[in-house]
């Protein structure tokens, strides 16, 4: 791991690409590399982790947003590619980078390729390019769309893009996807998800002129998901009854999205809006979440705003406004600054342990199970903080 750990930041500092441009080619004709990165500071003032996979909390952070990859594109004959994508996400440390995508594409013809291995799950208007800071303006994408899926990205299966023209100005992708059974992990600090997909299968369409893409999309999975509690008021309340700290579920989910990103002059648009329907062991509910955003762009600076929210009474519903200005400083290299505050919008029951967290990583809401010899656990529940939070972040974006 060390060794691996050592090649991946030494191809880091060795590589020189910038976005939209020639990337280096190792092998001229055959195999090219690219990456990015972003290295950032944050700091709410809540101590409860905010953001799934970030864990923000009031302790200075400088690893919560930091992200650093690499791709590596083969090209193996006149219509057979490949691309391998590793990177360090905000959850991994330095020395485990992921594999977010690894797959061999098929040019069938001019307009019709296939694919297939480890592929992105085209869900949202940023999917492909997610941990790509500089792609973007403001520094990290809205969590109450964008971390809807747990953080899982990528499926293992098989995809279609077939590519087409509608009238004179406007381009098309269609692009079908099938994936097969998977196994994801994830950790909340307080428990360890095993996440176990059966299946999931959707359709993306995608339209773009010069000033305007939209795309729509269709989704549907079935999975089950382990819960393994390791402390805090959930794993108090199964051992007290003697029951096992973990919880297993099953889901049948299905979900429709839609996106919008407009460029007019110096302005930038975007919005994005999804509902769901989720069907699990213990009931089912529909989500609705979306947000809105703009920016304006001035000689090298551009001020920016975001409104998400998630809809409903659920755990997590919740409301989110960021603002935030980013500098270009070079075609690849980006400062942004950004102030984000989160309300909670669910309503707190003491008859309940699955109380609202909005986009914290567990309830800020926590309980101490006090064991009754005369009958069932009893409940003593405290308020461990505050039900929003205000997150100050600086973030360093670059490709290469």
């Known amino acids: ?113 296939l694919r297939a291995g480890r592929l992105r799950i085209p869900l949202q208007l940023a999917s492909d390019y997610y941990y790509v800071g500089q792609s973007y303006t403001w520094l990290r994408l809205p969590s109450e769309v964008y971390n809807a899926s747990a953080g899982v990205n990528y499926y293992t299966g098989v995809g279609v893009e077939y590519l087409f023209e509608v009238g004179d100005s406007w381009t098309a992708s269609l692009y079908p996807f099938w994936g097969f059974h998977q196994d994801n992990k994830l950790d909340r600090i307080q428990e360890q998800w095993e996440i176990d997909i059966e299946y999931l299968r959707g359709v993306s369409l995608r339209m773009e002129n010069e000033s305007l893409v939209g795309q729509v999309t269709y989704l549907e999975s079935k999975l089950q998901n382990k819960s393994i509690y390791q402390f805090g008021g959930v794993y108090d309340l199964l051992t007290a009854q003697g029951q096992p700290a973990e919880v297993i579920m099953d889901f049948n989910f299905r979900s429709i999205g839609a996106g919008i990103n407009y460029h007019t002059g110096p302005w930038d648009f975007w919005g994005e809006y999804s509902w769901s329907k989720t069907e699990t062991t213990f009931g089912g509910g529909i989500g609705r979440v979306g947000y809105v955003g703009g920016s304006y762009h001035f000689d090298q600076f551009s001020p920016y705003a975001v409104y998400s929210k998630h809809f409903g009474e659920g755990p997590t519903s919740s409301d989110t406004a960021s603002i935030g200005i980013r500098w270009d400083v070079l075609p690849n290299v980006s400062v942004t600054v950004d102030y984000s505050h989160m309300q909670m919008n669910g309503t707190f029951d003491p008859a309940s342990i699955m109380q609202p967290n909005g986009q914290f990583v567990y309830s800020p809401y926590d309980f101490n199970v006090v064991s009754n010899p005369m009958g069932p656990p009893t409940f003593d529940w405290f308020k461990y903080g505050e039900d929003d939070v205000n997150v100050t972040s600086m973030g360093i974006n670059f490709t290469f």
Request: overall charge negative; glycine content about 6%.
């Open 1 to 113: 791991m060390k060794i691996f750990t050592a090649s991946f930041l030494a191809a880091l500092l060795m590589s020189t690409w910038a976005l939209n441009a020639n990337s280096t080619e190792l092998i001229e004709g055959h195999l090219r590399v690219s990456g990015f990165g972003t290295f950032a500071v944050s700091q709410s003032d809540n101590a409860t982790p905010y953001y799934v996979n970030r864990n923000i909390s009031d302790d200075v952070c400088w690893d919560c947003d930091t992200t650093l990859g690499l791709q590596f594109d083969a090209t193996i004959t006149d219509s057979l590619f490949a691309s391998l994508q590793l990177v360090k996400r905000p959850r991994d440390g330095f020395s485990d980078p992921g594999i977010e995508w690894a797959y061999i594409g098929w040019q069938a013809t001019d307009s019709l390729q």
